[in-house]
């Protein structure tokens, strides 16, 4: 069965730190990885998408980046956070090659003062 | 871009009844519509799918019903229960690329 972490769970930051936030799946190799966020009390936006290592795709920006170093782990980063960064901040998988079946990781809470 | 219109934004049920989700696109080429349940504090679940060649998709309690040519669908929950109370989110897959387009999601209350 695939298993897919995000780390970590939650994370207090101040404006205009540095983020890096991770997500690893397990038990699925080369999976479609997409990374989500999501306002509190609001809908899910994608953020970036990536079919293979190496290889991301921006989909909104929002001052953020990604990068896909090995075949099960998606890396979102920024060298400095906006207040509007917070959210939930949640990694999906999946097993279809156009996208469909997307399965949610248990997200990051990110709070930034 | 696509944009998915989704209503209500709130729904509250007696337990028992049914609730009923409804959602419309734009984009006639879009061709996979997942519906996902959140429970506060928690990640989106996959509840039910269906894909442009079906009209109706039923697993246990919920049914997906999907009009191409009117470019709506929606989500059907029979004999609801408390344990269903929690936001759904209808979304739609534009192009081939994975890009999931969501509602605004729909607060279901579902009260004893």
């Known amino acids: 069965a695939q298993t897919i972490h995000q780390w970590p769970v939650a994370e207090i930051k101040a404006v205009g730190s540095p983020l890096s936030l991770g997500c690893t799946i397990k038990g699925k190799s080369s999976p479609n990885l997409y990374w989500y966020w999501q306002a509190t009390g609001g809908t899910l936006q994608q953020l970036f998408y990536s079919i293979t290592v190496g290889q991301v795709e921006s989909v909104v920006q929002l001052n953020l980046s990604a990068s896909r170093p090995k075949d099960d782990q998606f890396i979102l980063s920024t060298e400095k956070l906006l207040l509007s960064h917070s959210g939930f901040y949640l990694c999906a998988w999946s097993p279809d090659l156009w996208g469909a079946e997307q399965y949610f990781g248990p997200g990051t809470r990110l709070t930034v003062l | 871009g696509e944009q998915v219109e989704q209503l209500p934004s709130i729904l509250r049920v007696q337990e028992g009844s049914s609730a009923s989700i409804n959602c419309s696109y734009e984009?006639?080429?879009?061709?996979?519509f997942p519906w996902y349940k959140q429970e506060p504090g928690e990640n989106p679940k996959l509840i039910i799918d269906i894909r442009s060649n079906m009209e109706r998709k039923q697993i246990q309690e919920l049914i997906v019903l999907l009009d191409k040519k009117a470019k709506r669908f929606s989500l059907h929950i029979t004999d609801t229960q408390p344990g269903d109370s929690a936001m759904y989110f209808c979304?739609?897959?534009?192009?081939?690329?994975?890009?999931?387009?969501f509602g605004l999601g729909t607060t279901l209350q579902v009260q004893p």
């Open positions: 984009d006639s080429a879009s061709n996979y």
């Open positions: 979304a739609v897959i534009t192009g081939n690329t994975g890009k999931l387009i």
